[in-house]
Structures are given as C-alpha cells and as structure tokens.
Nanobody, 114 residues
Framework: VQLQASGGGWVQPGGSLRLSCAAS????????MGWFRQAPGNQRELVAG???????NYADSVKGRFTISRDNAKNTVYLQMNSLKPEDTAVYYC?????????WGQGTLVTVSS
C-alpha cells in the first residue's frame, strides 16, 4: 500500500488549500483514512478522519474550517482547508487503517503566514 500526499504549500492567513492523498489501491480496502499533522516540537495529531462508510470526525481546532472527503473512483481522499490560521502550519500526513495495520504517506508541508 502506498499513499501519495500532495497539495501543501504557502498560503496567507485566511486562505485555502486542498490536500490530496492518492492510494495505490482501492480505498474501499481501508477501514478508515485520515489526515494528521505535526508542527515543530509538537506531537502528531489527528486533524480529520473518514470511515469506509463515510462518517467523519474532526479535531476541535479545525471544525467548521476543514472538510475531509473521498473520491472512491479516484482512490483519493481530500482535505479542504479554509480560513487557514498560522497555527495550522505543520507537516500534514495521510493515514490509512486496514485491520490492525496503519499506513502513512509522506508528509506535505503547509505554511500559513503573512
């Protein structure tokens, strides 16, 4: 299983970015997929998750601003990030769970600054 994350970059506060996570196989095989982030000096934290059935959950800090979605035909999960804040600056990682196994994509850096 390979996960390819993309879409990071620099954006000013209040701006938007969309992250993509493309899986090498069918995302139906995963129990859940999600996005985590890690800022310098901080632990990796869950940002948003989506189950096979489509249920979603979000960290309190991003509720109302971020939206996770999936395109089963493209085997891709997205994270739409709006109203970005400097504290959203971090390396974002795509994650997939299959049974007891966790898979990680490479990180993509999101920088929010003026």
């Amino acid at each position: 299983v390979q996960l390819q994350a993309s879409g990071g970059g620099w954006v000013q506060p209040g701006g938007s970015l969309r992250l993509s996570c493309a899986a090498s196989g069918s995302i139906f095989s995963f129990n859940a997929m999600g996005w985590f982030r890690q800022a310098p000096g901080n632990q990796r934290e869950l940002v948003a998750g989506i189950t096979r059935g489509g249920s979603t959950n979000y960290a309190d800090s991003v509720k109302g601003r971020f939206t996770i979605s999936r395109d089963n035909a493209k085997n891709t999960v997205y994270l739409q990030m709006n109203s970005l804040k400097p504290e959203d600056t971090a390396v974002y990682y795509c994650n997939a769970v299959m049974g007891l196994k966790n898979y990680w994509g490479q990180g993509t850096l999101v920088t929010v600054s003026s």
